[in-house]
Nanobody, 124 residues
Framework: QVQLVESGGGLVQAGGSLRLSCAAS????????MGWFRQAPGKEREFVAA?????????AYAESVKGRFTISRDNAKSTVSLQMNTLKPEDSAVYYC????????????????WGQGTQVTVSS
């Protein structure tokens, strides 16, 4: 069992930066693949970024955020972060972190545990 709590959301102007953090509690955090997803009003939740349990093994990003967002994890601190640069109004959404015990995936169905989400609003 893993509990996830996101923080770091807020209001930022277009072109600005935010850093989201997700703190995990429970056992064996280092064995979970971690992902970030987001959901804007009226839209389905979508994949943003993911990192394997062994961070050196790889990361994946949605095309819309590639080159602007960076996912990273600190297994010693049981945290995963999402550095978001050059933010755009279309990045506004509730951001969720998620953990998968099974596979490194862009599919939210593969994730077992979810945080409550943190709101990111980018003004134009």
């Amino acid at each position: 069992q893993v509990q996830l709590v996101e923080s770091g959301g807020g209001l930022v102007q277009a072109g600005g930066s935010l850093r989201l953090s997700c703190a995990a509690s429970g056992r064996s955090f280092s064995r979970y693949h971690m992902g970030w997803f987001r959901q804007a009003p009226g839209k389905e939740r979508e994949f943003v970024a993911a990192e394997t349990w062994w961070s050196a093994a790889g990361t994946a990003y949605a095309e819309s955020v590639k080159g602007r967002f960076t996912i990273s994890r600190d297994n010693a601190k049981s945290t995963v972060s999402l550095q978001m640069n050059t933010l755009k109004p279309e990045d506004s959404a509730v951001y969720y972190c998620a953990a998968s015990s099974r596979t490194f995936s862009r599919s939210q169905g593969e994730y077992d545990y979810w945080g409550q989400g943190t709101q990111v609003t980018v003004s134009s």
